[in-house]
């Protein structure tokens, strides 16, 4: 897995929980995984199609899933409905939505699937790559970017 196609997903995720909660966000460090688990209570799972292909995994425990489904839906949600795991599944779309767009400016021409969002930490995620993983620190609480794609041996975008 190259570095820079995790790089799309680490900047679409700042701009889209920057607009959400109106606060800087921080950056941890950047890490490999051979193996690619759920490690958080809430996993948003998002294929990437094209160029470039593989899985985009934003793990969050159930509280920061709480904070930012009523930042979403603008108001504060004493327990998680439908309507809340939709907003959190929508946050996976626009994050990806987002990193394909960058990685379209980048040459790579891309499509994503629609997210799919997990319960429950150590559910094995097949990937045919190692993920690039990086931690980011919002005011809701951690959130895990996971990326896992290679090229797809297709042409690139020109």
């Known amino acids: 897995m190259k570095v820079e196609f995790i790089e799309p997903f680490v900047k679409a995720a700042f701009t889209v929980l920057e607009t959400i909660q109106y606060d800087p966000v921080e950056r941890g460090q950047l890490s490999m995984r051979s193996a690619t688990f759920t490690t958080k209570q809430v996993t948003i799972v998002a294929g990437v199609n094209g160029d470039v292909a593989g899985t985009a995994l934003y793990g969050i425990s159930l509280v920061t899933a709480q904070k930012i489904a009523s930042a979403m839906m603008g108001e504060n949600l004493a327990e998680m409905s439908d309507m809340a795991w939709s907003a959190v599944s929508e946050l996976g779309n626009m994050i990806t939505g987002n990193a394909t767009s960058l990685l379209y400016n980048a ?22 790559v190692a993920a690039l993983v990086v931690p980011v620190i919002t005011s809701f609480g951690r959130m895990e970017i996971s990326v896992a794609l290679a090229e797809s041996g297709m042409p690139k975008a020109a």
């Not at 891309?110 to 969002?117: G, K, L």
């Open 107 to 128: 040459g790579y021409k891309c499509d994503i699937t629609p997210p799919s969002v997990i319960e429950g930490a150590d559910v094995r995620v097949s990937t045919k």
